[in-house]
């Protein structure tokens, strides 16, 4: 599965996974070996709880380590004139109010800063679209329509 990010999000990421490598695999190593001093381990709710920690940590490296590996860079702007990943764009709803987002990846979403995903409905409808094009989303209270003013 590819994932979509800008090269600071990767960068992010990759601090993330040296984090979890490094410092939380040491600290969870260090309460499994307290809590197996305790004694008996199958009423140990330590032990018990450093192993889901364990087990919650490894779970994230593996996704972490995917995400990296599968990793598309977004290039932000260049001056397209066409909406793509990456793109941002100003745009009028039918109703007079305007917009401004930024098409981004799934792992990157922030709709209250403007972040939207191209997987989204609202991303969706606008890749591919120019200065001066419509764009029709359909949301629970029915379709809203959006005009592209600028693209960046």
Known sequence: ???YLTP???EELKAE???LKTNKRIEVSEKLKRAKE???LSENSEYIEAREEQSRIETKIGELEEMIHNANLIEKGGGSQIVKIG???EVE???GKKFKFTIVGA???KPEAGLISNESPLGKVFLEKRVGEKAIVET???KVEYKIKAIE
């Open 93 to 95: 709803r039918a109703d």
């Open 8 to 10: 600071e999000r990767l």
């Open 1 to 3: 599965m590819d994932h």
């Open 140 to 142: 629970p209270n029915g």
């Open 107 to 109: 792992n990157e979403t």
């Open 17 to 19: 996974l040296q984090d």
């Open 38 to 40: 305790l004694g008996d």
């Open 87 to 89: 793109s941002t764009i």
